[in-house]
């Protein structure tokens, strides 16, 4: 077993005053038979209240908001987490919704000759979307399609993810889009959990591998659109600029 502290950090600037905010986070790592949460703190814009839920996916959230303008909104979400040998536990959920496209997870002709057993045909595809797609930030935009990921054979974390799960589900093998936190500096980052008839195993296209150690688990969902950290609405014409910064440290 291994212990990680983890540091999510989000900074909303308006360029004017907001007169009401409402949000939805999943922004505290879930708890499951590979991941424990010993320690958790939240920090919240003074101003805002929360109140914690669960989504249709059994996701962890919190909602609320605030009627007190301001400009700023921001929230730390800190603690420590002890992880096993990555696999989630089947818990009955409806294996359909994993098996159909959604508009993200729609895609046409593809690689062939994939093994027909699904641990197997996962590593397959898990690989030629490493060596075939190039990691190119600011390439994609959180609307980016898997099937224009295929024809530009270029996007960041959450395209590797929507196209491995395109390709999965073509091959009939349940796959859902996963984010959280993976062991360095950044951002969120994102990876794919594939049922093998008994269990749900973690695979990242974007460093190729099947998931063992180093990664905290937030969410999962259909695609991104599910399990998206940070969600919101406000009145008034304000623009605004976010910034996002994640640690995740064994210790």
Not at 92 to 105: S, V
Request: include cysteine; glycine fraction near 8%.
């Amino acid at each position: 077993m291994k212990r990680y502290l983890y540091n999510y950090q989000t900074v909303v600037e308006f360029s004017e005053p907001v007169p009401a905010h409402a949000v939805m986070l999943r922004c505290q790592p879930v708890g499951n038979a590979c991941q424990t949460v010993e320690q958790e703190h939240l920090v919240m814009s003074p101003s805002y209240w929360l109140q914690a839920g669960s989504d249709a996916f059994y996701n962890r959230i919190l909602f609320g908001g605030t009627t007190e303008p301001h400009t700023v909104f921001a929230y730390v979400s800190m603690g420590i987490v002890a992880t096993d040998t990555y696999l989630v536990k089947y818990r009955g959920e409806n294996l359909l919704l994993y098996r159909q496209p959604t508009p993200f997870t729609t895609i046409g002709d593809g690689i062939t000759d994939i093994s027909e057993n699904s641990i197997q045909a996962a590593y397959d595809i898990c690989q030629w979307i490493n060596e075939n797609i190039a990691y190119q930030p600011q390439a994609t935009t959180i609307e980016t399609t898997a099937a224009e990921v295929m024809q530009s054979r270029q996007g960041v974390c959450q395209d590797f993810a929507h196209l491995m799960i395109a390709l999965c589900r073509r091959q009939g093998i349940p796959a859902r889009y996963v984010n959280g936190f993976l062991v360095g500096e950044g951002e969120t980052h994102a990876w794919v959990e594939i049922f093998d008839g008994y269990n749900w195993l973690g695979f990242d296209p974007t460093h190729n591998c099947r998931i063992s150690n180093g990664y905290v688990k937030l969410a999962h969902g259909r695609d991104a659109r599910d399990c998206s950290v940070s969600r919101g609405m406000y009145t008034g014409q304000a623009s605004q600029q976010t910034t996002i910064h994640v640690t995740l440290h064994e210790i």
